[in-house]
T-cell receptor, first 117, second 118 residues
Framework: GAVVSQHPSWVICKSGTSVKIECRSLDFQATTMFWYRQFPKQSLMLMATSNEGSKATYEQGVEKDKFLINHASLTLSTLTVTSAHPEDSSFYIC?????????????FGDGTRLSIL | AQKITQTQPGMFVQEKEAVTLDCTYDTSDPSYGLFWYKQPSSGEMIFLIYQGSYDQQNATEGRYSLNFQKARKSANLVISASQLGDSAMYFCAMREGPFTGANSKLTFGKGITLSVRP
């Protein structure tokens, strides 16, 4: 149980293109999802908290207009990297917490490797 | 100050031996949770073990156990009987405050690379 699916796994595209990444909770409802960015050999950096039916909460230093987040349903959050440039190339990974309870861990998607040429 | 500190840059262990991965944390909140995740080279994040701040006993999950020393603010992961498949990056993470769902965001340490030698 508690499966999070992320799509696509890989994206290679030209500079200036907008890229949409989907994060789905397959067997549970998630009012809150999280989006992270990770550079090679580094830690996960939280970009934003995605809230179903309301605006996302962005971490300090993350451009809201650059990284658009939409959490339109209890099982789907999307991250759109608008007008992507080479410096946006990174590993993006989402997560969600199934159910209630302090012991529930975040469950992660498999991540999306984004390469902007 | 860093909330989660993982200072070991890289660890090597012989197959079938035990290894300890260090994690110290910093919080003034009496209610918090500590998590360990494994990230293989393929990138997925795999949850390993959880320790709550009010837990009286150290957490264990199969070959994983957590050496929780609250006064020292450390939560070291112990992997027993290492296997080649344990080679990965390991992250310690903390959630502060009582769990309410929306506040369940995690702060991650820098991670430790573990290599298991045959």
């Amino acid at each position: 149980g508690a499966v999070v699916s992320q799509h696509p796994s890989w994206v290679i595209c030209k500079s200036g293109t907008s890229v949409k990444i989907e994060c789905r909770s397959l067997d549970f409802q998630a009012t809150t999802m999280f989006w992270y960015r990770q550079f090679p050999k580094q830690s996960l950096m939280l970009m934003a908290t995605s809230n179903e039916g309301s605006k996302a909460t962005y971490e300090q230093g993350v451009e809201k207009d650059k990284f658009l987040i939409n959490h339109a349903s209890l099982t789907l959050s999307t991250l759109t990297v608008t007008s992507a440039h080479p410096e946006d190339s990174s590993f993006y990974i989402c997560s969600a917490v199934p159910g209630q309870g302090a012991r529930q861990p975040q469950h992660f998607g498999d991540g999306t490797r984004l390469s902007i040429l | 100050a860093q909330k989660i500190t993982q200072t070991q840059p890289g660890m090597f262990v012989q197959e079938k031996e035990a290894v300890t991965l260090d994690c110290t944390y910093d919080t003034s909140d009496p209610s918090y949770g500590l998590f360990w995740y494994k990230q293989p080279s393929s990138g997925e994040m795999i949850f390993l073990i959880y320790q709550g701040s009010y837990d009286q006993q150290n957490a264990t999950e199969g070959r994983y156990s957590l050496n929780f020393q609250k006064a020292r603010k450390s939560a070291n992961l112990v992997i027993s009987a290492s296997q080649l498949g344990d080679s990965a990056m390991y992250f310690c993470a903390m959630r502060e405050g009582p769990f309410t769902g929306a506040n369940s965001k995690l702060t991650f340490g820098k991670g430790i690379t573990l290599s298991v030698r045959p």
